[in-house]
């Protein structure tokens, strides 16, 4: 058996506000049983309570009202249910995100020892390789998808690499959010003709000030600043790109504190 309730009554049985449960008859979110057509006044059905608190607690989740609006539009449970795993594993990833964040300004409230610098000249190789113009905001995926591919590739084409994977990074990445990446893995010469669906890039002769960057990618800004602070005190800066390479990264390990990058800085001779 169900009742018939006015609004303030339903406010108290939802736990939802009567500003909050008019803008959500305004938006079509829950609509009243009834409405009093010279007043205006809404009235609920009881059977509405349970719709009304689902919108609260997705509400609480921080689910946009459209989607909440597709949950309840959805024509069975398991639509339903999928939507409300779809949105949950969004929370987890953000929270995963938010726990590195946090432990990233922890670890910058921390005094940390002096950076170490090192000095390579790194000979011409070879490499196969894949370029895009990237957003900062998206190297992330980028890389994810980009490496296991160059990786399927050399495998399909029985190639084995012979150096460690890596990237370079143009001046206009850093400096206007987005610009060309070039992810590579070098190979050997005598390899260059079985490759197919691959670029293959001579990466030249450089020298290097370089530093070792431990931890997640989430603190990788302090270990460029100390380097490029470094590098701008004691040696000449060339507007070249900057190449990371990745010694133990997501392709050795899910944990991103054990990451191993290092930094590599393009110098000129004094």
């Known amino acids: 058996m169900t009742a ?28 009243p ?15 509405q309570v349970a719709q009304a608190q689902l919108i609260r607690r997705l509400r609480g989740l921080d689910m946009p009202l459209p989607e909440i ?8 449970e398991g ?32 005094p940390s020892p002096p950076i ?12 196969a390789a894949v370029g895009a113009v990237v957003p900062q905001a998206r190297i992330g995926d980028w890389c994810a998808s980009t490496f296991p591919m160059l990786y399927h590739k050399l495998a399909a084409a029985d190639i084995a690499p012979v150096g460690v994977a890596g990237a370079t990074y143009s001046t206009e990445f850093f400096e206007e ?19 197919r669906g691959l670029s293959v890039v001579d990466l030249p002769t450089r020298r290097f000030a370089v530093a070792v960057h431990d931890g997640p990618f989430v603190d990788f800004d302090r270990t460029y600043g100390a380097l490029g602070s470094h590098v701008a005190e004691h040696d000449i800066m060339l507007p070249e ?17 054990t990451y ?6 393009p110098i000129g001779l004094r």
């Not at 303030?8 to 979110?29: A, N, P, W």
């Not at 170490?116 to 490499?127: D, E, L």
């Open 241 to 257: 790109p900057i190449r990371e390479l990745y010694l133990h990264g997501p392709d050795h390990s899910d944990d991103p504190a």
């Open 116 to 127: 170490a610098v090192g000095y390579r000249t790194v000979p011409a190789f070879r490499a």
């Open 33 to 47: 049983i009834d409405v009093d057509t010279s007043s205006g006044y809404r009235r609920y059905s009881t059977a």
């Open 79 to 110: 639509v339903r249910d999928e939507a409300l795993r779809a949105h949950l594993a969004r929370m987890e990833a953000e929270l995963a995100r938010t726990r590195v964040v946090v432990a990233s300004l922890r670890a910058l409230l921390t």
């Open 69 to 76: 609006r597709a949950v309840l539009a959805a024509p069975n």
């Open 177 to 195: 959010d987005e610009g060309e990446v070039v992810a590579f893995i070098p190979i050997a010469d005598a390899d260059t003709a079985l490759l």
């Open 260 to 265: 191993r990058t290092e930094i590599c800085w």
């Open 4 to 31: 018939i309730v006015p609004i303030g009554e339903f406010s108290r049985l939802s736990q939802l506000t009567v500003k909050t449960l008019r803008y959500y008859h305004e938006i079509d979110l829950l609509t």
